[in-house]
Every structure is written in structure tokens, then in C-alpha cells.
């Protein structure tokens, strides 16, 4: 599988080649840059195919780490009195973390380390994804409340995983999935991958880079260096 770069509407673009279906492209799409203004561009959505991934660790080896960036399923309105944080899952959105736990376990990409916000529609995600797949219950589970806050404030997303990527894991773990909330995820996948990556609820960023430990792939990937290797739907095809 290669991974191909372009430029649209003058803003990088990451897609994969030689996958089938093609990847679908939406426009219109904007991002909100610091200061108030706003890019135009276009938005490539990729379906990623079945990898099989064999990796071991070595001290003396560098590995590609892979992070999964995951946004928690579709919430429901139904009880306005509600605070946001404490919303649950609509039936929808129920479904579609069965849907999306069932295809990264078929793509290979279980976490052995979950990073999650504690709002209540991502406990739930994750409740559901534990429920039908055995390996996100396998996986070693940290509950972060600042990863609701953060995902609402500009530009800091990005950083404070980075941070916490680094705290929690292990050069063990080859495998992170961190969940939570927009704008903060899609910002954050855009800023890791130097692209423009449209995340709906339940979407799954599939990302890699290689390093001996995590705080060695943070450094020499930077910000854009990140490879997209994928992007996980409820409605994707595998």
C-alpha cells in the first residue's frame, strides 16, 4: 500500500493508492485557523482496506507506532436538561460503535492502551466496543477528563495527547487509541498528518509513525509527519 500526497485548493492532501473503493472526496469544507479565519478546501475521505500488521518490539529497534484517533458515537438530544458532558448515545450512534469495534478489529488495529475522555458518550462508546470486541477490553483503560475541555479550545488538542501519549504508554505498546471530542480530534488528526481530515462521529483516524519509543515518534514526525493510513466509518467497506 502506498501512501500518495497532492495538493487541492492548495491545501496538502494525504490519500492511500491502490484500495478499492476510490477514496470519496467532499468539498466545501473549512478550517478554522487562529485569529478568526477560515481555509477553504477540500476534504478526502479515505476507507481504509484490511492491513495484517506483525510487529515486535525491540529496545534497539525503531517500530511503527500506530494512534488511533476516535470520536465518540452520535449523542443523543432527547433530555435538553442535560448538561454536554453528560448526554448519552442515540440508538444510532449505538450501533455504529458495534459497527466501527467490528472493522478495526478485522483491520488489525486493537489498542493495548485506551486514552479517553470521561463524558458520558464516550464511556458509552467504549462500553459497546468492550462488548463486542474482547480486545478493547483486554486494552488498559485511562479515563482523562481534560480531554473533553481541551477538544473545544484552539490549536491545544494536538499537544496535550502528545503529552498524554507519552505519560501513559509504554515503548511495549505499539498501539494507542485516544477518544473524544470535535473540533479538538479533527484539528488534532489534521495538525499530526499536515491534512485536512473530516471526522463524523464514531470515525476512526488511523495514524502511524515509527520510533523506539513514542516520545522518539512525537520528535521525528513532528506536526504533518504523521501517515494516514486510514480513516475507519461506521458505513466504511472492508
Same mark, same amino acid.
Given at each position: 500500500?502506498?501512501?500518495?500526497?497532492? $495538493?487541492? +485548493? *492548495?491545501?496538502?492532501?494525504?490519500?492511500?493508492?491502490?484500495?478499492?473503493? #476510490? =477514496? %470519496?472526496?467532499?468539498?466545501?469544507?473549512?478550517?478554522?485557523? $487562529?485569529? +478568526? *479565519?477560515?481555509?477553504?478546501?477540500?476534504?478526502?475521505?479515505?476507507?481504509? #482496506? =484490511? %492491513?495484517?500488521?506483525?510487529?515486535?518490539?525491540?529496545?534497539?529497534?525503531?517500530?511503527?507506532?500506530?494512534?488511533?484517533?476516535?470520536?465518540?458515537?452520535?449523542?443523543?438530544?432527547?433530555?435538553?436538561?442535560?448538561?454536554?458532558?453528560?448526554?448519552?448515545?442515540?440508538?444510532?450512534?449505538?450501533?455504529?460503535?458495534?459497527?466501527?469495534?467490528?472493522?478495526?478489529?478485522?483491520?488489525?488495529?486493537?489498542?493495548?492502551?485506551?486514552?479517553?475522555?470521561?463524558?458520558?458518550?464516550?464511556?458509552?462508546?467504549?462500553?459497546?466496543?468492550?462488548?463486542?470486541?474482547?480486545?478493547?477490553?483486554?486494552?488498559?483503560?485511562?479515563?482523562?477528563?481534560?480531554?473533553?475541555?481541551?477538544?473545544?479550545?484552539?490549536?491545544?488538542?494536538?499537544?496535550?495527547?502528545?503529552?498524554?501519549?507519552?505519560?501513559?504508554?509504554?515503548?511495549?505498546?505499539?498501539?494507542?487509541?485516544?477518544?473524544?471530542?470535535?473540533?479538538?480530534?479533527?484539528?488534532?488528526?489534521?495538525?499530526?498528518?499536515?491534512?485536512?481530515?473530516?471526522?463524523?462521529?464514531?470515525?476512526?483516524?488511523?495514524?502511524?509513525?515509527?520510533?523506539?519509543?513514542?516520545?522518539?515518534?512525537?520528535?521525528?514526525?513532528?506536526?504533518?509527519?504523521?501517515?494516514?493510513?486510514?480513516?475507519?466509518?461506521?458505513?466504511?467497506?472492508?
Amino acid at each position: 500500500m502506498a501512501i500518495m500526497s497532492s $495538493r487541492i +485548493g *492548495g491545501y496538502p492532501m494525504t490519500y492511500l493508492h491502490n484500495w478499492s473503493p #476510490p =477514496p %470519496v472526496l467532499k468539498t466545501n469544507s473549512s478550517i478554522k485557523m $487562529r485569529g +478568526g *479565519g477560515r481555509i477553504q478546501c477540500r476534504c478526502l475521505l479515505i476507507e481504509t #482496506p =484490511p %492491513v495484517t500488521v506483525e510487529q515486535q518490539v525491540s529496545p534497539s529497534q525503531s517500530v511503527a507506532r500506530r494512534l488511533i484517533l476516535l470520536r465518540h458515537a452520535k449523542s443523543s438530544w432527547e433530555y435538553p436538561s442535560l448538561r454536554d458532558h453528560d448526554r448519552p448515545l442515540s440508538k444510532a450512534g449505538q450501533a455504529d460503535a458495534v459497527e466501527v469495534s467490528k472493522k478495526l478489529q478485522q483491520l488489525g488495529w486493537i489498542p493495548q492502551l485506551i486514552l479517553t475522555s470521561d463524558a458520558v458518550r464516550t464511556r458509552e462508546t467504549l462500553k459497546i466496543m468492550q462488548e463486542h470486541v474482547q480486545g478493547f477490553l483486554e486494552a488498559e483503560i485511562h479515563f482523562i477528563s481534560s480531554f473533553y475541555s481541551v477538544a473545544a479550545m484552539d490549536g491545544q488538542t494536538a499537544d496535550h495527547l502528545q503529552h498524554s501519549i507519552c505519560k501513559y504508554s509504554t515503548d511495549e505498546i505499539i498501539t494507542v487509541m485516544c477518544m473524544g471530542h470535535n473540533r479538538g480530534w479533527e484539528e488534532a488528526a489534521s495538525m499530526f498528518t499536515g491534512s485536512f481530515i473530516e471526522l463524523k462521529t464514531c470515525n476512526a483516524a488511523l495514524l502511524e509513525a515509527a520510533g523506539k519509543t513514542w516520545e522518539e515518534a512525537f520528535a521525528i514526525a513532528g506536526l504533518g509527519g504523521w501517515k494516514l493510513q486510514g480513516i475507519v466509518t461506521p458505513t466504511s467497506s472492508l
